[in-house]
């Protein structure tokens, strides 16, 4: 399968500071990524989708000045949640969209960061 | 709208045993894709398998088996002969439908040496 990778793994920030994710597809372009979150013991959240060359498209609920999504190129979108909070603390996960005649409408995700808060 | 529905929150089984995690879906569209993924307590989500609305086998990848229904909307995961390894969360999940991706709750699996 495609490969998708996500950086930093885990970080650890104080409250007010900005934090960057990266999300790179690999062997693969990828016009649109996608950003989740998820709580622990709980079903992944789309925060939003991410097209290569224009805005993210933000899920209901969700602050798109707090969590900024760039997708300059084919194969990184990144996350940039902006002062972080501690209630801001999860699991984010991106993931690339591989649309090809082989592998049609697929989701590939990167292995996802974790966030602390403190 | 796509949606998938997984009944079973988590289910515990022993090491050896079988098991199938149920997957009922919605769905408008006459044409679509089905997903599993499978969680390990690393966190990161595994493609498993796609599944073609138009095709109607079964199909079998080792201990790993897929069971869809088109007539009762169903995609039906079994584990046969189950391992600890396999402990994970699973998700079914439809594919990406503008503005509408929502996963399933997902199976919590534990297997027990």
């Known amino acids: 399968g495609a490969v998708v990778s996500q950086h930093p793994s885990r970080v650890i920030c104080k409250s007010g500071t900005s934090v960057k994710i990266e999300c790179r597809s690999l062997?693969?372009?990828?016009?649109?990524m996608f950003w989740y979150r998820q709580f622990p013991k709980q079903s992944l959240m789309l925060m939003a989708t991410?097209?290569?060359?224009?805005?993210?498209?933000?899920e209901q609920g969700v602050e798109k000045d707090k969590f900024l999504i760039n997708h300059a190129s084919l194969t990184l979108s990144t996350l940039t949640v902006t002062s972080a909070h501690p209630e801001d603390s999860s699991f984010y996960i991106c993931s690339a969209l591989f649309n090809t005649a082989i592998a049609p409408e697929t989701q590939y995700f990167g292995p996802g960061t974790r966030l602390l808060v403190l | 709208a796509q949606k998938v529905t997984q009944a079973q929150t988590e289910i515990s089984v022993v090491e050896k045993e079988d098991v199938t995690l149920d997957c009922v879906y919605e769905?408008?569209?006459?044409?679509?894709?089905l997903f599993w993924y499978k969680q390990p307590p690393s966190g990161e989500l595994v493609f498993l398998i796609r599944?073609?609305?138009?095709?109607?086998q079964n199909e079998i990848s080792g201990r790993y088996s897929w069971n869809f229904q088109k007539s009762t909307s169903s995609f039906n995961f079994t584990i046969t002969a189950s391992q600890v390894v396999d402990s994970a969360v699973y998700f079914c999940a439809p594919p990406y439908n503008n503005n509408d991706m929502r996963f399933g709750a997902g199976t919590r699996l534990t297997v027990k040496p």
């Open positions: 769905t408008r569209d006459t044409t679509y894709y």
């Open positions: 062997d693969f372009q990828a016009t649109t």
């Open positions: 599944r073609n609305s138009f095709d109607e």
């Open positions: 991410s097209n290569e060359g224009s805005k993210a498209t933000y």
